[in-house]
């Protein structure tokens, strides 16, 4: 059974011991135990609860979606910080790429990042948020990352109702990055054989519970120093 190995998988992630994760979803510590070792099912309210504590979403549990990939900020905790590089609201998609223009329609507030580990850029992120969201009063919020380079766009979002739940990805390599990601990302144009790093293209859809988007990203990573993790069910 594949929801007992997730749930414990899920809850290490979060960095809860049992007993406070049980504490958390008002729920006995030997009822969780139970559920991680497949001797009894949560019920779908408890499920639910378990699903929204560790930040997952109810199909992964179940085994219905297979990406373990966690984010940036999940996967390198305290090592992960943000360069503000721009945030502005779009009132026109002029001059967007297609595939923007194609999922949302304006206003966006754009959001742009340099995330680093161990203040060493990883990936460049681009964020568009739907105008469904509050986006001036969230483009309020996210300019505190220049004086806070932890702060969180997901912590953010929740504040409001909108936790992520979710998200689709498609991944490309691209081993011409651009001379602006060169600079950015600190590629070595001098390694040998003068081959230049290659950078994984990533578009991300990310979905609240109730499925709605709240977030069409764009992000590039290098690949040397990032790792990507995925599971597929066969």
């Not at 779009?90 to 206003?107: F, I, M, N, Y």
């Not at 969230?138 to 702060?151: A, R, T």
Request: proline share 6%; net charge negative.
């Amino acid at each position: 059974m594949l929801l007992p190995q997730r749930l414990k998988e899920a809850r290490l992630t979060a960095d809860l011991k049992q007993k406070e994760a049980a504490e958390k979803l008002g729920i006995s510590n030997s009822s969780l135990s139970l559920f991680e070792k497949g001797d009894r099912d949560p019920d779908p309210e408890t499920l639910s609860k378990l699903a929204d504590l560790y930040n997952v979403s109810v199909d992964w549990l179940l085994g219905r979606s297979s990406s373990t990939h966690k984010g940036f900020g999940r996967y390198h905790k305290g090592k992960a910080t943000k360069t503000y590089l721009e945030l502005r609201i779009h009132t026109t998609l002029a001059g967007l790429s297609e595939d923007v223009r194609r999922e949302l329609q304006p206003p966006v507030l754009y959001y742009r990042v340099l995330q680093n580990r161990d203040n060493k850029p990883i990936t460049i992120s681009e964020s568009y948020l739907p105008n469904s969201l509050p986006i001036e009063e969230i483009q309020k919020i996210l300019e505190g990352v220049k004086e806070n380079p932890s702060l969180s766009l997901y912590k953010t979002l929740e504040s409001f109702g909108r936790k992520p739940i979710s998200c689709e990805e498609v991944l490309i390599v691209d081993s011409n990055p651009s001379e602006e990601e060169i600079d950015l990302l600190e590629l070595d144009e001098n390694a040998p054989g003068d081959k230049i790093t290659p950078v994984a293209r990533i578009t991300r859809k990310t979905f609240d519970a109730s499925s709605k988007l709240v977030e069409y990203c764009l992000l590039t990573s290098r690949t040397d120093v990032y790792q990507f993790e995925y599971r597929f069910m066969l």
